[in-house]
């Protein structure tokens, strides 16, 4: 289903973990800054909606999302971190530099999953223009940075 039929922060609460108990680590791009501190706004809320604790939420920001995989390697590395939230915004340009940032984080996000086999998750939106991201930032479609959140839990939820 097309993300612009679904809101991206509806979903369950059933059976969704308590993470009292969780450490995560949230990485934010800093590209298209007004998408990506409304995601992280998103991300934070939920965990603490579910029981994580401020201080075991680490946040640390990055240039691009291109940067976002080699700042995902360097927390999941961390034994202490159970999850990572990757969070950035790749807006469509007059170039191929689109193609080439998304395909390159999605695949170095599904490394750092499987290498260090914690979850580490894609909250980055890849739209065509400005609006697209925004609706999906706390806009009319909800906000990625929850789902990126709950998925974390609920991924979490698969192993406890
Ligand atoms: C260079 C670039 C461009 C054109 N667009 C975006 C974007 O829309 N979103 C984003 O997160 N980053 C962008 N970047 C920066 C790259 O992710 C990266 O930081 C630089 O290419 C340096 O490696």
Not at 66 to 74: M, N, P, R, S, Y
Request: hydrophobic letters at 40%.
């Amino acid at each position: 289903m097309a993300s612009s039929q679904k809101n991206l922060s509806d979903f369950t609460k059933k059976n969704v973990l308590n993470v009292s108990d969780k450490k995560f680590g949230i990485l934010v791009s800093e590209w298209n800054s007004e998408v990506t501190e409304a995601l992280f706004s998103g991300a934070f809320e939920t965990l603490l909606e579910h029981g994580a604790k401020r201080e075991h939420i680490i946040r640390k920001d990055v240039p691009g999302s291109f940067e976002l995989t080699l700042g995902a390697q360097w927390m999941a590395e961390q034994d202490a971190i159970d999850a990572v939230i990757c969070l950035g915004c790749v807006i469509q340009g007059e170039t191929r530099h689109f193609d080439f940032i998304c395909s390159a984080v999605a695949q170095g996000i599904t490394d750092v999953n499987l290498k260090y086999n914690k979850p580490v998750i894609f909250g980055v939106l890849t739209t065509d223009n400005q609006k697209q991201a925004l609706d999906r930032a706390g806009g009319k479609h909800g906000n990625k940075g929850d789902e990126a959140a709950i998925t974390a839990i609920k991924m979490l939820g698969l192993t406890s």
